[in-house]
């Protein structure tokens, strides 16, 4: 996998599946995974995309196999290693698609520098930040993470994560393997950075209406995290977005439903 290093001194992980055969013009797409996963969770949407646009994933600091950084754990510095990785690549506007964690990042590239995006879609995200229990329940759950892994935290960081129905499934079970396998081999202290970063971000809500680009906002119809009513006004303060349930999907929706999550972007994609 390759690696960018910032101004800052942070090492990226990256994926670039380059330009379509025959299309060295077609747009690019840049994927922002979530809190406790990585770029992989996009695998079944790059795989298909790939076929029309240049599709590049980035894991954030300290997650995937993007090793800890020193620092810089915030929205703003996150947002600053995307616009680091696009100047890096020369990719020039790109479609952003961000799920939670990354749609924290995908909201302030499109209010902050609309220049960078072509449209934005936003995956089982919220722009209100954290309530206070909720956040406390983040940093609880870093420290048990920093101190002993996600043994103890798995099944409720599960429940969090994916909805009942894939629960419930048999599909569920090779993609919490790997979801689990993954975390085991994470750096515990750059985990627990990432999980205290995403329970200390402020709200971006105020600034919503500055997003000018197409906006997809799609949420699973049993996200738990961020629900049906929070994905609804993320839509209601963004002109013009258009608004999207994904049935018997939770938080995780591009892994729970990956078929109904690449049609959704693709036919947004198209259009944007």
């Not at 609804?232 to 929706?253: F, K, M, Q, S, V």
């Amino acid at each position: 996998m390759p690696l960018l290093t910032t101004s800052g001194a942070a090492t990226l992980a990256y994926t670039d599946t380059g330009p379509p055969p025959g299309r060295p013009d077609a747009p690019t797409v840049v994927f922002g995974h979530g809190l406790l996963f990585g770029g992989w969770m996009f695998r079944p949407q790059t795989a298909s995309l790939s076929a029309e646009y240049r599709c590049v994933t980035l894991d954030w600091r300290g997650q995937g196999d993007s090793p800890p950084a020193a620092g810089g754990y915030d929205m703003d510095t996150l947002t600053a290693d995307v616009r680091a990785l696009l100047d890096a690549l020369g990719t020039g506007p790109v479609h952003f698609v961000g799920l939670s964690m990354g749609g924290f990042v995908g909201m302030r590239l499109a209010a902050r520098h609309p220049k960078r995006l072509r449209s934005l879609s936003l995956l089982a995200t919220t722009a209100d930040g954290l309530t206070p229990a909720r956040a406390r329940r983040f940093r609880q759950l870093a420290l048990v993470h920093r101190l002993v892994g996600i043994g103890p935290v798995r099944g409720r960081a599960a429940a969090m994560a994916f909805g009942a129905s894939f629960l419930g499934s048999p599909e569920s079970g090779p993609v919490l393997a790997e979801w689990e396998r993954r975390l085991r081999r994470s750096d515990r202290a750059g985990i627990a950075d990432a999980v205290r970063g995403v329970a200390g971000h402020p709200p971006i809500a105020a600034e919503l209406g500055r997003v000018t680009v197409p906006t997809l906002v799609l949420v699973g119809e049993e996200d738990t995290s961020t629900p049906p009513p929070v994905a609804a006004r993320i839509a209601a303060r963004i002109p013009g977005a258009r608004l999207e349930r994904i049935p018997r999907a939770g938080h995780t929706l591009t892994l729970e439903r990956p078929e109904a999550v690449t049609s959704a972007l693709r036919a947004f994609l198209a259009t944007a």
